[in-house]
């Protein structure tokens, strides 16, 4: 059973514009999130986090966004750069324990 | 900075070898786990170890075993390598701050 769900596979977005992915959690223990960016061949690596104490968290292009209500986060790049075009995960995990889990991906095209 | 290092980044193997992934971290994390990564399925848990001699069962497990003699260690092992275990395999170690720190991957193709 998916605990963290990434719907949408796929999204591109215009250089220069926003982007905007979308990550959907069912429980309600989970309490610390976080987003990876990873490219063909390589591992994920550590973009941005949020602790559930907080409902966003900056960090230069990047935010995140998290609504506890809606068991909801999302991660937003502004402006996107194709750079930024990878392959993003989401990850949550519980105080009670150490293991994260992840979303199924999200691969984000930037168009220059 | 921590570092995960995988041994191998790209490994062709034949159908019916047994493999071993290994997979070493500087940190001195005590949890490290093996994922692997498929088109539209993301990252699947196989097998984690919570401390040396420890392990216990991911989501997938089948087919896999594991070892974990050394902290800084963890190898997965394929007991009998099939067509359905070519996939992207990454190691990770943990802290609770920062998540995951993982390994480059191991792409293995088993022909």
């Known amino acids: 059973d998916q605990q963290v769900k990434q719907n949408s596979p796929s999204l591109s977005v215009q250089e220069g514009r926003i982007s905007i992915l979308n990550c959907d959690y069912t429980n309600s223990m989970f309490d610390y999130f976080l987003w990876y960016k990873k490219y063909p061949a390589e591992g994920p690596t550590f973009l941005i986090s949020?602790?559930?104490?907080?409902d966003k968290n900056e960090d230069g292009r990047f935010t995140v966004f998290l609504n506890k209500s809606a068991k909801h986060l999302s991660l937003h790049i502004v402006p996107s750069q194709p750079g930024d075009s990878a392959v993003y995960f989401c990850?949550?995990?519980?105080?009670?324990?150490?293991?994260?889990?992840f979303g199924t991906g999200t691969s984000l095209t930037v168009i220059p | 900075d921590v570092k995960v290092t995988q041994s191998s980044r790209y490994l062709v193997k034949r159908t019916g070898e047994k493999v071993f992934l290994e997979c070493v971290q500087d940190?001195?994390?005590?949890?490290m786990f093996w994922y692997r990564q498929d088109p539209g399925l993301g990252l699947r848990l196989i097998y984690f170890?919570?401390?040396?001699?420890?392990?216990e069962k991911g989501d997938i497990p089948e087919g896999y075993s594991v070892s974990r003699e050394k902290k800084e260690r963890f190898s997965l092992i394929l007991e009998s390598a099939s067509t359905n275990q070519t996939s992207m395999y990454l190691c990770?170690?943990?802290?609770?701050?920062?998540?995951?720190?993982f390994g480059s991957g191991t792409r293995l193709t088993v022909v």
């Open positions: 170890s919570y401390d040396v001699k420890m392990k």
């Open positions: 940190m001195d994390h005590e949890n």
């Open positions: 990850a949550a995990s519980a105080n009670t324990g150490n293991q994260f889990y």
């Open positions: 949020i602790s559930s104490i907080k």
């Open positions: 990770a170690s943990s802290s609770r701050t920062y998540g995951y720190t």
